[in-house]
């Protein structure tokens, strides 16, 4: 195994900051996501290849707008 140091990229922060607010939206557990998470070397670091989808109903974005 390789010593190699490694950061994530801003994309894969931001995947990582919606898989939070995914789980804590659906109140489900966050491990499996990150789990399946595949990550891929680029020039500004760790990118996620398959970031999470987090979808919004009329009645979530009704309540934030209030």
């Known amino acids: 195994?390789?010593?190699?140091?490694?950061?994530?990229?801003?994309?894969?922060?931001?995947s990582l900051m919606m898989a939070l607010q995914k789980s804590l939206m659906e109140q489900?557990?966050?491990v499996?996501?990150?789990?399946?998470?595949?990550?891929?070397?680029?020039?500004?670091?760790l990118v996620v290849l398959n970031p999470p989808l987090v979808k919004f109903n009329e009645e979530f974005e009704e309540s934030l707008a209030e």
């Open 1 to 14: 195994m390789s010593n190699t140091e490694m950061t994530l990229s801003d994309q894969a922060l931001g």
């Open 32 to 45: 499996p996501v990150l789990k399946g998470f595949k990550f891929k070397l680029s020039d500004q670091g």
């Open 28 to 30: 489900s557990d966050i």
